[in-house]
């Protein structure tokens, strides 16, 4: 490996969202409340990279899409589509998990699920393709800079650690919405 | 530290030279390797150790010549398997003081702590009749650890705790990484059935006073668990001499292949204790209902040993014992306190632990304000140095020094001064290449 391989890793624009994290709490987490805000269907996931310790919490809001009430539930694939309203984080790790972090706050806030979905999976297929697959910037935004990480296989992990807790969170609001009238888990 | 000082600063030695260093690494071919295009630079030796010639041969030897299944069968080669398993395990004893019936063949020594853990659980439910009811603990009675233990010598007794209704306390670490004794003092008391602790820290270094601490335990009538895995590779030990109940250690840490490490438990204490895993070889009469089982040490070693990995490890075991565990212990507390001085000299570095010229093991761990640990290792890993990132499995003492990570670079008698003075330099550029302004 040679310095600039290195430099591929660590680009400026991840050590940039490194340091300047979007979207990261400043305070410490309250706790969590699904209810907390009228119309908005919260989720929260944290996750631990047991390897060295890194983690991370992410808190999302997914609201039904244009035009439905402000107070009514995320609604199915037969209504408005549901967006993503609010993307915080709180987070502890290397320079890879924290920009990742920051990255995925500035890319999904206004989505729509499906949109964020669909996302999560050319991230992590670009992640694990071993630096194989060219990133296409239009879609993937500041989340192309990570393709430099698939060459580093202990790494991905690394990277994956706050799309992995977004997703777990999506996950919740997708089932809580499934069966409105039964606590989120 | 002067109640700490380590038997090896009074032992009439010269500390192993550079060319014997030097020659040294010829005995180990993966040190021969390059790393990203740079000479393998092996600072990790106190997660696991590189292998000698000898021992990889001892073990090629023993499946090329012995293979049978030991305590066994009545052939020639159960006869030769056993032998030299048992002259293993003679070598290994003596190299740390103890009798060979004082020495149980473990996997590593989390195995280790836990037989001593679950033991003690068999024994506080009335297994092993009266001979162990000195074991039995329940509510009211107290276990003790340190807030520096790897949370190999912590979760079996969190557990046993569970399992039990004892408590569990801990001795406090101090802001310089040493324990607070006076705490200690406190702490150990007549409700203390068990103090657990570890001889020398796998991340700040810190190399505990033993006599003093059982002292302390032994007045209240408690026992005492040493986990030796960063002394008995590093420096020379006596379990007699330290009076300890038990001790633990990992043979992969002490040049020694995976899979294999030890218990000591003094012998009148193991003739009492009642098994942990339980099976074949540890008995002397079944019937369906019943079982009467063998003295120790084979009590405590059920099934199908590691035979191949006991015998590699006494290779081990002689060649530490040639080269001389007091010259390999001055010489890694002289490469210990070059790294301390050094990185003391970087700005934006903390080193954890004992400053610079209170002793320490052949280690020191530290922090990069604005670099996290996982990308120090990466930065490092670039130039072919190998350095341990993250918790270290030691969460609570990071969490007590305000810290989640670390690195850590760990020394070992194949280190030579030019590879931590290499590290060092590639310290320097860390800040720097991460845009850290300290």
Known sequence: MSSSELQQLYQQIILDHAKYRHGASSEPFGVFDADGAPGLRLAESHQVNTTCGDEITVRVGVRAGSGAAADAAVTDAAGPAPVIEQFVWRGDGCSISMASASVLADTMTGLTVSEAEALVTTFRELLRSRGTIEPDEEVLGDAAAFAGVSKYPARVKCAMLPWVAFEAALMQVAAASAAPAAPLA | ?438
């Open chain 2, 1 to 438: 530290m002067t109640l700490s000082a380590p038997s090896f600063r009074r032992a009439a030695a010269v500390a192993l030279t550079e060319d014997e260093v030097a020659r040294i690494r010829n005995d180990f071919p993966i040190l021969e390797q390059r790393i990203n295009g740079h000479p393998l630079n092996y600072l990790d030796s106190g997660a696991t150790s590189q292998n000698p010639i000898s021992v990889m041969e001892a073990e090629q030897e023993y499946y090329e010549q012995r293979n049978a299944a030991v305590h066994r069968g009545a052939h020639t080669l159960a006869f030769a398997a056993t032998e030299v398993f048992e002259s293993a395990r003679e070598t290994v004893a003596a190299f740390i003081g103890a009798q060979p019936d004082e020495l149980v063949w473990t996997s590593n020594a989390t195995e280790g702590v836990n037989l001593v853990a679950y033991a003690i659980s068999n024994a506080s439910l009335g297994l092993g009749g009266p001979d162990a009811a000195r074991f039995r603990i329940g509510a009211g009675d107290e276990i003790v650890v340190t807030e520096m233990e790897h949370h190999a010598n912590l979760i079996p007794w969190q557990q046993l705790a569970l399992r039990t209704g004892a408590t569990l306390r801990f001795i406090p670490v101090l802001d310089d990484g040493t324990l607070d004794l006076a705490a200690a003092a406190t702490i150990v008391g007549p409700r203390t059935r068990l103090l657990a602790f570890t001889h020398a820290s796998n991340v700040v270094g810190t190399i505990n006073p033993v006599a003093e601490l059982v002292e302390l335990a032994h007045r209240f009538g408690a026992l005492v668990l040493l986990d030796a895995c960063q002394t008995v590779p590093h420096l020379p030990v006596d379990v007699a001499a330290l009076d300890v109940d038990f001790a633990v250690f990992s043979g992969h840490k002490m040049l020694g292949p995976t899979g294999i490490g030890a218990l000591f438990g003094k012998a009148e204490l193991l003739a009492g204790l009642p098994p942990f895993l339980t099976g074949g070889s540890m008995i002397t009469t079944v019937d369906m209902e019943h079982a009467e089982f063998l003295a120790p040490p084979q009590r405590f070693e059920a099934g199908t040993q590691r035979i191949s990995q006991a015998i590699a490890l006494a290779a081990a075991v002689d060649y530490l014992t040639e080269t001389g565990m007091d010259r390999i212990a001055l010489r890694e507390a002289e490469l210990g306190q070059r790294l301390v001085a050094g990185l003391a000299e970087i700005p934006g570095v903390r080193v954890l632990g004992p400053a610079a010229g209170i002793d320490r093991i052949g280690l020191a761990a530290f922090d990069v304000a604005g670099v996290h640990a996982h990308d120090v290792g990466q930065f490092l890993d670039e130039a072919g140095i190998a350095v341990r990132v993250g918790h270290h499995c030691a969460q609570p003492l990071h969490r007590r020094l305000g810290i989640t990570a670390s690195t850590r670079a760990s020394t070992y008698l194949y280190t030579t001064t030019d590879e931590v003075d290499q590290f060092l330099a590639a310290m320097h550029e860390v800040a720097p290449f991460f845009g850290v302004k300290p």
